[in-house]
């Protein structure tokens, strides 16, 4: 038997030994419990943990700038550290007040003694940080029922909580899956869990860093321009919108990773990925509508990279077409 026999012998073996129906389905209950035991371990770590992670989930509200129609003066007033509101004057208001040329004006009200009386006043802030402060939203999330915070908390320990038990919840999977694969197929198993968690990982970070705050911007936008307040938003939606925004991105970038999987096993090849690039602008455009909030900016921000991540799938393709092709010749 040649070298080249051996390693096909040996990539086509299964690296677990042979089980009878009842052994892999007390194989796959055990499975079920470890990975339900770590992840309730898990949500109640994030629970008692829950007030740092609302502020990890609030930071790209904290980063979303406001864009005011037309060209009239903005002004945020601030009483000490409490922050009560962005208000765009009028030409009237601009020109009585007199606060100057800048667009974006911060104010600071504080109280004044004038002799025995004691009243409001206020003065020019001319601190960077607090008119860099008017160009930012500034939402109140509220709960508005007696059990809101309850379902809130239960919500942060949800998604956290799956989260921090995923890498766990992942071995106990793989453990009861690895032993039915091939070891050639476990080979690309490997490859493929490598590639897709750092597209997942990259996926999140921009929309976490970079998508995130657009879209919430864009959302208040609307809202204002429709003629409705937008300056208190329920946690509940907003946890629960933001957390399946930053799944659905990363889920969007591991397109790649499930594509040259279909290549490999021959369902796809390099010239129907080259003729479907037209659809392709479509599915992600449609994913951009459901995944983001419902405005063009953002869902062109989002399809963008998913059609370039497309596009390097299509030329990794032609790469792999063209070695086949040379090894095909190659070989007598």
């Not at 590639?195 to 860093?209: A, H, I, N, R, T």
């Not at 591991?254 to 279909?262: D, G």
């Amino acid at each position: 038997m040649t070298r080249d026999h051996e390693t096909e012998n040996s990539d086509e073996a299964k690296s677990g030994p042979v089980k009878t129906f009842l052994e892999h389905l007390e194989d796959f209950r055990w499975m079920l419990l470890k990975s339900a035991a770590a992840l309730v371990v898990a949500m109640l770590l994030c629970l008692v943990a829950g007030n740092h992670i609302v502020q990890i989930i609030k930071w790209p509200l904290t980063r979303a700038k406001i864009h005011y129609p037309g060209t009239n003066q903005i002004v945020t007033v601030s009483f000490y550290t409490n922050h009560l509101g962005n208000f765009q004057l009028t030409a009237e208001q601009q020109k009585s007040l007199n606060l100057g040329t800048n667009r974006f004006v911060s104010i600071q009200v504080e109280p004044l003694v004038l002799g025995t009386n004691q009243v409001l006043g206020w003065r020019m802030n001319s601190d960077e940080s607090a008119i860099a402060d008017a160009q930012r939203l500034h939402i109140d999330l509220i709960n508005l029922s007696p059990v809101g915070g309850f379902f809130v908390a239960f919500q942060i320990s949800l998604y956290s909580g799956a989260l921090l038990a995923s890498p766990l919840i992942f071995y106990f999977v793989m453990s009861f899956v690895f032993p039915a694969l091939k070891m050639r197929e476990q080979k690309y198993v490997y490859r493929g869990l490598f590639f897709g968690g750092g597209l997942f990982l990259l996926g999140v970070s921009f929309c976490y860093f970079i998508l995130m705050p657009v879209s919430l911007a864009a959302s208040q936008t609307y809202s204002n321009w429709l003629g409705f307040g937008a300056q208190q938003w329920r946690a509940e939606d907003y946890i629960s919108f933001v957390c399946r925004f930053m799944l659905g991105m990363g889920l969007g970038f591991e397109l790649p990773v499930v594509i040259l999987t279909l290549v490999k096993i021959g369902v796809l090849g390099y010239s129907t990925l080259r003729g479907m690039w037209r659809y392709m602008i479509v599915i992600n455009l449609i994913l951009g509508a459901v995944l983001t909030t419902p405005e063009v900016v953002t869902q062109v921000l989002m399809a963008v990279p998913l059609y370039l991540l497309y596009e390097i799938t299509v030329w990794i393709a032609w790469y792999w077409d063209r070695q086949e092709k040379k090894r095909a010749v190659s070989e007598p």
